[in-house]
């Protein structure tokens, strides 16, 4: 007994760093359960506030293109005004409720951490719980995607941007509606690979790639960016392609956070068939 | 002994703003990322308990994950360098001996020794970092060029300042 102590005082160092080791590695790839516990709250209120002030800092040199984005945003609404429309008929403008059900409600956010050059990006936005943001949920600029909450405390929430290694996209061709699957391999944050691209569907330079509205993330019709370049693959069953994104993940400054209202009614259903099927 | 632990303190906290505030920020292009904060663990002094230095850079680690949402990739990558800094110092020291209550140095310990002890450790720290980070080996040749140009900047910022606190003591 006391050799193994006296062998423990001696080489408590390596245990020490096999424990601390260990320790990290288990945090790092259990990062879905730590993101629930409560010391990811207050290690997110920290950063939190830290960056919040820093970007309220830089916020100042964005201001132009900023300025520019929400004129081009008042008169796209300016223009969906009843008084921008020709009546011809008071009939078309009747709004039947039960008709359109409201199923999205957005939330805008300013963010306050962002990057572009790692293999795995996260943006960190200034709302949070007590917002109404919640896992999962989609945040788009304008008609444009930018990634998905994936960790969450009172007042501000990560998001996931698509530049990040387990972001993987559903989206189509806006042409011929044809499922591809979008992916970020790294590099250039301004293009990224389109999967899985069937034989079949001829592609063009150019052309649009939306979101398809099968994941319950983003509905359909968000640009994701249109195909910069592709190669014809001789001996495979898909053809491959570059993407060139939509959305300047370097220059974010304000984003929205898309609440779906029947998300809960979505995932009953999808949770009901899946008991029913064992 | 207060001064020492007091200036490795603020030292901690100004490499950590600087990382996230202004370094994490820079969009060179996505192959340079230079993680010029571990300039703290090779600063440590040299009779700095094994215990200590493991712990202090487990917190240096954890510290910047908590800014950028990569709990333990950090810590896990400065844990490791912090554990083989003792055997990369007894591996490369020339004999002479080292003052209480001095850091590393290339003032005191001259520009080859601390070339080969900085290139070392910040390499192991890139190395573990970047593969740790991407976690496979399909994107084996970015992740290589990735760590090189990376380190190569960590490195060029830290023979700068090296040699600004070198010219700031003269």
């Known amino acids: ?278 | 002994m207060t001064l020492i632990f007091l200036r490795n303190i603020g030292r901690f906290i100004f490499l950590i703003l600087f990382q996230v505030l202004i370094l994490n920020n820079i969009q060179f292009s996505g192959y340079v990322n230079p993680y010029f904060y571990i300039y703290f663990i090779l600063l440590l002094p040299f009779e700095t308990p094994p215990w200590l230095l493991l712990f202090s850079a487990f917190i240096l680690g954890m510290s910047l994950d908590t800014f950028t949402n990569t709990i333990g990739l950090n810590a896990a990558a400065c844990v490791l360098i912090a554990f083989i800094r003792p055997f990369v110092i007894r591996m490369i020291s020339t004999g002479t001996e080292f003052m209480i209550g001095h850091s590393p140095s290339l003032r005191n310990q001259g520009v080859k020794w601390f070339a080969y002890y900085s290139i070392i450790l910040v390499l192991v720290h890139h190395f573990a970092l970047f593969f740790l980070e991407i976690f496979r080996f399909n994107e084996l040749f970015q992740t290589i060029l990735r760590v090189l140009l990376s380190s190569l900047f960590t490195l060029l910022m830290i023979f700068i300042a090296e040699y600004l606190s070198d010219t700031a003591k003269k």
Not at chain 1, 29 to 46: C, E, P, T
Not at chain 1, 128 to 145: A, K, L, P, T, W
Not at chain 1, 169 to 175: A, E, M, N, P, T
Request: glycine share 6%; net charge neutral; charged share 20%.
């Open chain 1, 1 to 278: 007994m006391r050799y193994l102590f006296h062998f423990l005082q001696k080489q408590y160092i390596y245990f020490l760093f096999l424990a601390l080791e260990i320790f990290s590695l288990a945090l790092l790839f259990n990062n879905s359960k730590y993101q629930n516990s409560a010391l990811n709250d207050v290690s997110n209120g920290i950063a939190g506030s830290v960056l919040n002030l820093s970007s309220s800092v830089s916020e100042y040199f964005s201001l132009l293109p900023v300025n520019r984005i929400l004129a081009d945003d008042n008169a796209k609404l300016h223009s969906n005004r009843s008084e921008a429309f020709y009546k011809a008929d008071t009939a078309s403008f009747y709004h039947n409720d039960t008709l359109y059900k409201l199923e999205y409600r957005y939330i805008s956010a300013k963010v306050i951490n962002n990057s572009t050059n790692k293999r795995n990006n996260f943006i960190m936005l200034n709302k949070g719980r007590m917002q109404g943001i919640e896992n999962h949920m989609g945040v788009i600029m304008g008609d444009r995607i930018v990634g998905q909450v994936v960790s969450l405390s009172d007042h501000f929430c990560w998001v996931m941007s698509m530049l990040n290694k387990d972001c993987r996209i559903s989206g189509k061709f806006k042409k011929n509606n044809q499922l591809v699957n979008i992916e970020w391999g790294g590099g250039n944050y301004q293009t990224g690979d389109v999967k899985e691209i069937p034989k079949h569907v001829i592609i063009h330079q150019g052309d649009s790639i939306i979101t398809s509205g099968n994941s319950d993330i983003f509905p359909e019709g968000l640009l994701i960016g249109t195909i910069d370049h592709f190669t014809i693959a001789q001996e495979e069953n898909f053809n491959y392609a570059t993407i060139r994104f939509a959305t300047d993940f370097n220059s974010l400054s304000f984003v929205e956070v898309l609440i779906d209202l029947m998300r809960k009614e979505k995932e009953d259903l999808k949770n009901s068939f899946k008991s029913s099927e064992h």
